[in-house]
């Protein structure tokens, strides 16, 4: 139990060094991961519950693989999503497969960074809001969806950002900009008033 | 142990009990640092090598530049324009470009490769190489490797095209090829670039350093004086720095 303690008061980056010593402690990390990334899974892909937690696994044993490529300089959650991107991805191309739906949990906080952020009124009625998100996001290319995911639904710096997808900051910058007029033009297409 | 790792995972979800399993059945274990460590230091010495090649190139384009006939732009095209666009070193210029798009993806492929933005990269790409092949070019290597390329790589005297369009143009006064054999006086005999025999009439004083019979392409200055004939003004080494080599043209490939 003290010793339980003791791992929870631990760094993920420290609890990754421990874990290389010795494989019962990456359990911790596993713990701390599991619904984070099992959510930012579900948040960028169209991937079946079931489906998200294949790929998870394969996360967590790529991570557990790389643990001695892990950049110092990283936040190690930055690394970790990371890894769960590429996995997504490789999964996408395996499958090739386009998302259709999304089953996103947004919560009242996203919803007034995003309605702030992209210039939406705020005086909408939040579960038509939350539905419309939702429908337009799907409709995104993956590219503008997961950075619009990692800004407002993961609400990840720049810097995190870039580290995760291994993109400049200014091209983040960029792209969060073109991702931010897509999904305006996509609500304009899809007739979503908001 | 077990008691140990069965503590541990009270609590855990299903999932990551199943990765646990998973690991220990499969003998799954970290990669070793070394690995990671040696595929770093690989692409590091690729993006080194590109760097280093690019500035070589830029070392001899330095060269090319400055030993570029310039004085005889007007016979060989009515205006200087044409005439830079005629003799750019273009094969250079695309190691060059070539290269700096190697030791671009090389770095972005480091660690922290991907923080950096294209501009930035090829920017500072192509300002170090030039700071480099400046130096390079100052310690004679751009001389030293367009005479090796010349002298050692046949396709390469066609490679850099221009040379060949100026320097065979004997209706122009400007010829090159190798001497067949030194009849003394000034006079030879030369094999041009179309492999056509001329007798070349010189007055070449015989303490001028000369060429050796069949070593070198070397180019000529003068005027034809009929269809086999040619009246030699002065010679020039090919690639030059004029013949003989003035003092501060580097020899490192005599």
């Given amino acids: 139990m003290t010793e339980n303690k003791n ?29 984070k990334l099992l959510a930012y899974i579900l948040r960028i892909s169209s991937f079946s519950h079931d489906e998200a937690e294949d790929v998870l696994q394969e ?9 001695n490529d892990f950049d110092k300089n990283l936040k190690f959650s930055s690394w970790a999503y990371r890894i769960t991107h590429n996995q997504v991805i490789s999964h996408y191309r395996k499958a090739k497969a386009r998302p259709q739906s999304l089953p996103l949990d947004i919560n009242d906080k996203i919803l007034a960074n995003l309605s702030s952020d ?30 619009l995911v990692l800004k407002f ?8 950002i870039s580290d995760i997808l291994k993109k400049p900051m200014g091209t983040i910058a960029t792209l969060i900009n073109r991702a931010k007029k897509e999904f305006r033009e996509e609500l304009d297409r899809q007739k979503i008033k908001i | 142990m077990e008691k140990k790792s069965n503590e541990i995972s009270n609590g855990a979800s299903d999932l990551v009990k199943e990765v646990l399993e998973k690991i220990k059945e499969k003998h799954i274990k970290p990669k070793p640092k070394w690995e990671f460590i040696l595929e770093e230091y690989i692409i590091w010495i690729f993006a080194g090598a590109s760097f280093l090649v690019g500035s070589l190139a830029v070392a001899v384009i330095i060269h090319m530049v400055r030993n570029n006939d310039w004085d005889l732009h007007d016979r060989v095209s009515g205006n200087l ?21 190697l030791a671009y993806y ?16 090829v920017i500072s790409s192509i300002l170090a190489s030039v700071f480099l092949g400046v130096f ?9 490797i367009d005479r090796m390329f010349s002298v050692r790589l046949p396709f390469y005297d066609r490679l850099i095209f221009h040379r060949r369009l100026i320097w065979d143009n004997p209706e122009r006064g400007m010829m090159a090829g190798r001497i067949i054999s030194d009849l003394g006086e000034g006079n030879f005999k030369l094999r041009d670039l179309d492999n056509k025999i ?11 350093p000369w060429p050796s019979a069949g070593q070198e392409i070397i180019k000529i200055i003068g005027e034809p004086m009929d269809n086999f004939n040619f009246q030699v003004r002065e010679l020039r080494s090919w690639p030059g720095c004029g013949w003989p080599a003035p003092v501060n043209c580097p020899m490192l490939f005599p």
């Fill in chain 1, 118 to 147: 992209l210039d939406i009124e705020k005086e909408i009625e939040a579960g038509y809001f939350k539905k419309a998100i939702k429908k337009v996001l799907a409709n995104l290319d993956i590219k503008y969806r997961e950075v």
């Fill in chain 2, 81 to 101: 324009v044409s005439f830079i666009f005629a003799t750019l070193p273009y094969f250079w210029l695309l190691i060059l470009s070539a290269f700096i798009a």
């Fill in chain 2, 198 to 208: 001329w007798m070349m009439h010189g007055q070449i004083s015989s303490t001028t």
């Fill in chain 1, 59 to 67: 996360v967590f044993i790529k991570i557990y693989k790389n643990l």
């Fill in chain 1, 153 to 160: 639904l993961e609400e990840r710096s720049y810097k995190e």
């Fill in chain 1, 7 to 35: 791992f929870l008061e631990k760094t993920d980056e420290e609890l990754a060094v421990l874990a290389l010593g010795s494989k019962d402690y990456f359990l911790y990390l596993m713990r701390r991961y599991e619904a």
């Fill in chain 2, 106 to 121: 090389n770095f972005k492929h480091t660690k922290s490769g991907y923080r950096f933005s294209l501009r930035l990269l």
């Fill in chain 2, 136 to 144: 390079f070019y100052s310690v004679g290597f751009g001389w030293t």
